[in-house]
Structure formats: C-alpha cells, structure tokens
Nanobody, 118 residues
Framework: VQLVESGGGSVQAGGSLRLSCAAD????????MGWFRQAPGKEREGVAR???????SYEDSVKGRFNISYDNAKKTLYLQMNGLKPEDTAMYYC?????????????WGQGTQVTVSS
C-alpha cells in the first residue's frame, strides 16, 4: 500500500487548498481514512476522518472550514480546506486504517506541507 499526497502549498490567510491522497494498492475495508497534521514542535493530531459509511468527523478547530471526502472509484482521499488560518500551518499526512480515537494508522503517506501566512 502506498499513500501519495499532493496539493499542499503556501497561501494567505482566508485562502483555500485541496489536498489529495491516492491510495495505491489499498484493498481494505476503509473503516477509517483520515488526515492528520503536525506543526513544528507539536505532536501529530487528527484533523478529519471518514469511514466506509462516508460519515465524517472533524477536529473542533476545523469544523465548518474543512471537508473530507473519498472517491471510491479513484481510491483517492481529499481534504478541502477553506478559510485557512496561520495556525493551520503544518505538515499534513493522510492515513488508511486509522484509529478513530488516537493518532495511529496502519498506513501513512509521506506528507505534504501547508503554509498559511497572515
């Protein structure tokens, strides 16, 4: 299984980015696919998760701004990020077969950097 992220970059506060994660070789039940992030000097945290029922879950600080989705035909996980804030600056990682309650997963991508300037 290889998770390949793309779509990161640098934007000004209030801007938008769409992250993509191609899940090559993944044949699991998709009970949890998610996006996590890690800012410099901080621990990795969960941002958004989605299960095979397509019901999403979001970390409080991104609710109403971020939207997670999965295209089963393309086997690609997305994270649409709107209203970006400087505190959203971090390395973003996608994960497959993740935990719903802690930061953990069987498969991780290599990460894509998101930088938001004020």
């Amino acid at each position: 299984v290889q998770l390949v992220e793309s779509g990161g970059g640098s934007v000004q506060a209030g801007g938008s980015l769409r992250l993509s994660c191609a899940a090559d070789g993944y044949t699991g039940y998709r009970y949890c696919m998610g996006w996590f992030r890690q800012a410099p000097g901080k621990e990795r945290e969960g941002v958004a998760r989605i299960g095979s029922d397509d019901i999403p879950s979001y970390e409080d600080s991104v609710k109403g701004r971020f939207n997670i989705s999965y295209d089963n035909a393309k086997k690609t996980l997305y994270l649409q990020m709107n209203g970006l804030k400087p505190e959203d600056t971090a390395m973003y990682y996608c994960a497959a077969d993740c935990s719903w309650v802690e930061v953990g997963a069987n498969y991780w991508g290599q990460g894509t950097q998101v930088t938001v300037s004020s």
